[in-house]
């Protein structure tokens, strides 16, 4: 789409001097291209594993991460009336362990060695500050592992009141 | 036999799209036995209209009928699946919604050679063979990377069903199709360009006056599909929110505001003949943003680009997306000369003033919501990251733009033509001024220092307030020139000049939803506990009670859910139950949560978790001043788009 057509409408016809039209269309362009790309460095999202947000050093400090890794088997504790949710989270190679700490409960079937995507920061103290959590799942279909069945979760209400 | 069936029609509607988007056109061209190959263009469009039609109509058939043998079905299919969802699930998966699209661009076709059938001239002719251009795209796509009726061999016995969080909410069957009326008939207005660029046309401004009322049409259904995805989202994914800035729903907001900046830009063509070149630009522009936003969504590229390579609808659509930008820059080149301008800018205070600056802010947007949601495309092709534009850059870009724009709702329809005055202007804002202050301190003295929210709020007063204005100020001179009651006034003042009215009821209908938007996202509050049956959680006025924890079986899913008593004084006046739905194919529950809703906000609740045994559960509470006003201003907005584009009844 060309841009030229609505400076030449404001320009009148009767010989004015365009260049000082152009010369505002170049400056406003160009403020607006600056502001775009400073608001896109500032606010871009890196997708990591832990070991490569350790591979960051400082510069992986406090910017907005998306730490994709497995949790940690029996690193996983959880205050219920804190809603305070802690665990380790490694690559799936096993390398690099990252502390996480999160508000908020655990998705229903978190548990070891599951896949997760956590969102937030790397602080200064060594703790991930994870805003979000959602665990990491393909649309594919595949058979759930041992211990991963769903129905186990909910077996027991089952036989409740509903049914 | 229906696999046959829907095959034989699909290989007939190719045949047809050729005959009637390629051989037509080229001898039309030539010039030879002209009005035969008119009718056969036109009946080329019925044709190719029937037996997508029947293609379609087998497919639903094959669904409901769990005709296992079709690749699609074996796909989306399942027994334990309620027939409505299906049925809808259609376009559930991209074979299917690949033709349903081409089934929606079909209709469209038939309507618009229907609806022009007496118009002489070559334009209609034109445009329906580039429709049929069109189509014989997605014919293509159908026989080959999107083909739905592949034979599936053994027949299963039953299929997995639809990807679940597609079957969990009745908007399922409203938003997706809403959506494709939108997106494909943004391909009428681009056929109707083109079509006049072809036929020699572009000088009449004929063509303009038919493509304004269909791109009214598409924009209204646009706008529809967008607020009631907004919805879904609100309704489904449990976290609270309508819009995330998701590549999705750039992909259909984006678009969007290219059809809104023509829909403004066009009224300065009609008027004072001027941007016209602009306006081929928007159509064009909008139809291949239509184009990039489906190849955005439908070829996974967006989640990572190495989905790519695994389908080859990608590039078919890149192809398409090249051979449109190269067709319509060369066209356009073309008929240079018959685009310039006839008239000029007469006063910087005039209506066409705020009609090139609307233009420009929802260009501006356009191309800053573009660029964040192409961003990780071009991070990860030129640097090698991964990354991911965060809503903090969205925000920061479209808030201020927004709100200008609010503004400037307000200032254009109080603005006559060519010249303003300013003394007029200052005394018709004194209202709209007097409401936006009055916003602005109820804002602040609910606690918010967000500048963009008090911003937001004193401009969509303001604007409202102008808005409204002009039914009154219109109606009180039809009420002292005809001695008419206010009433009958108003009604006749409307019915007068629709299209005008419409528009004014349409912005009415923006600046609502405007209000539930800057409310919703400047006010919410939100609490999460986890409680035992008995014990509450207060947030702001709001306190829910955990009665219970309970589980049910379904055909198709388990359901747990949990029965939270919303109290007051110690009585309960209300219950909400938000579940969490177990599918068979899915490792992580879908959650439906529960909302109660009134027209001063919603309670919002979803169960984030619980015990296996019922001891306890985790449930967030949300409360949303004003979000249902979010809806029903995409209500009102529709009703202002069906307002001005109804045809009128011709006189003589």
Request: hydrophobic share 50%; aromatic share 10%; proline share 5%.
């Amino acid at each position: 789409m060309t841009s030229p057509e609505l400076g030449s409408t404001l320009a009148p016809a009767k010989k004015r001097p365009k260049a000082g039209i152009i010369a505002m269309v170049v400056v406003l362009v160009a403020a607006f291209g600056w502001l775009l790309m400073g608001n896109l460095d500032k606010n871009v999202v890196f997708f990591l594993t832990p070991n490569e947000l350790l591979a960051k050093g400082t510069e992986g400090i406090d910017v907005p991460v998306r730490l994709g890794g497995q949790v940690k088997a029996g690193t996983v504790t959880w205050d219920a009336k804190a809603l305070d949710l802690r665990f380790d989270i490694v690559d799936t190679d096993g390398k690099g362990t990252i502390h996480v700490q999160s508000k908020g409960a655990p998705p229903q079937m978190f548990r070891d060695g599951m896949g997760v995507v956590c969102e937030g920061r790397f602080g200064a103290d060594s703790v991930f500050q994870s805003t979000m959590l959602i665990i990491k799942h393909s649309n594919e279909y595949r058979a759930p592992k041992a211990g991963e069945k769903p129905q186990e979760m909910y077996k027991s209400l089952m036989k409740g009141s509903g049914s | 036999m229906t696999r046959l069936l829907a095959v034989d029609a699909l290989w007939f509607g190719l045949i047809v799209s050729v005959v009637g988007g390629i051989v037509a056109p080229i001898m039309i061209a030539r010039g030879k036995r002209l009005g035969q190959w008119v009718t056969i263009a036109q009946a080329a469009v019925y044709a190719n209209f029937a037996v997508v039609t029947v293609a379609t109509l087998a497919m639903m058939w094959a669904l409901a009928r769990h005709d296992f043998s079709i690749s699609y079905v074996a796909q989306v299919g399942s027994r334990a699946t309620p027939l409505f969802y299906t049925i809808i699930s259609l376009w559930g998966a991209l074979e299917g919604s690949i033709l349903f699209w081409a089934w929606v661009l079909a209709l469209y076709s038939a309507a618009v050679v229907y609806t022009n059938r007496n118009r002489p001239g070559l334009l209609v002719p034109y445009a329906s063979a580039v429709l049929l251009l069109i189509a014989l795209f997605f014919h293509i796509l159908l026989v080959g990377p999107a083909n739905p009726l592949h034979l599936v061999s053994p027949i299963p016995l039953d299929g997995p069903g639809p990807n679940p969080l597609l079957q969990n909410h009745i908007l399922m069957a409203v938003h997706p199709p809403l959506l494709y009326l939108g997106y494909v008939g943004m391909s009428v207005p681009f056929a109707f360009a083109a079509g006049a660029m072809l036929a020699g046309e572009v000088a009449s401004d004929d063509w303009i006056r038919l493509t304004r009322r269909w791109t009214m049409l598409a924009w209204a259904l646009l706008t529809a599909a967008v607020i009631a995805g907004m919805w879904w989202s609100y309704e489904v994914l449990g976290w609270g929110g309508y819009w995330a800035w998701d590549p999705v729903e750039n992909a259909s907001f984006i678009p969007w505001l290219t059809a809104t900046a023509f829909l403004h830009s066009v009224i300065v063509q009609e008027r004072r003949q001027m941007l016209k070149l602009w306006n081929v630009n928007l159509v064009v522009g909008t139809f291949v943003l239509t184009l990039l936003g489906t190849f955005l969504t439908r070829s996974g590229i967006i989640s990572s680009v190495h989905a790519f390579t695994q389908g080859t609808i990608g590039f078919y659509f890149l192809t398409f997306i090249a051979v449109v930008l190269i067709g319509s820059l060369v066209m356009v080149a073309g008929n240079s000369e018959k685009f310039r301008s006839q008239g000029q800018l007469d006063a910087a205070l005039s209506r066409e003033t705020i009609f090139l600056l609307n233009n420009l802010l929802l260009t501006v947007l356009c191309f800053t919501v573009l660029i964040g949601t192409l961003f990780p495309l071009i991070a990860e092709a030129v640097r090698g990251v991964k990354v991911s534009v965060g809503e903090p850059f969205f925000n920061r870009m479209t808030l201020p733009v927004m709100v200008s724009l609010l503004f400037l709702m307000g200032i254009g329809p109080a603005l006559p033509w060519k010249h303003g005055n300013m003394n007029d202007l200052k005394k018709k804002m004194i209202p709209g001024a007097i409401v936006a202050m009055i916003l602005a301190s109820i804002v602040i003295a609910f606690g918010s220092r967000s500048l963009y929210a008090v911003l937001a709020f004193a401009f969509a007063g303001f604007a409202a307030t102008m808005n409204v204005q002009e039914f009154v100020i219109g109606a009180r001179a039809r009420q002292s020139a005809h001695r008419e009651s206010f009433g009958t006034a108003l009604v006749r003042l409307v019915k007068g000049n629709r299209r005008r009215y419409g528009g004014y009821v349409a912005h009415i209908g923006i600046i609502v939803s405007a209000f539930g938007i800057a409310a919703s996202s400047a006010f919410r509050s939100e609490g999460e506990a986890t409680l035992k049956p008995g014990e509450t959680l207060t947030v702001g006025t709001v306190t829910a009670r955990l009665k219970e924890v309970w589980g049910r079986e379904e055909p198709q899913r388990s359901v747990i859910g949990a029965t939270v008593e919303l109290v007051r004084d110690g009585t309960v006046y209300a219950t909400l139950s938000p579940r969490m739905n177990f599918y068979p194919t899915s490792q992580t529950p879908i959650p439906t949560p529960d909302v109660r809703s009134t027209p001063f906000g919603d309670t919002y609740m979803n169960l984030m978790a619980f015990q296996p045994d019922g001891s306890n559960a985790t449930v967030k509470v949300i409360l949303e001043p004003l979000v249902p006003w979010i809806w029903i201003g995409g209500g009102i907005i529709c009703l202002g788009a069906l307002l001005s584009a109804w045809p009128m009844k011709r006189v003589a």
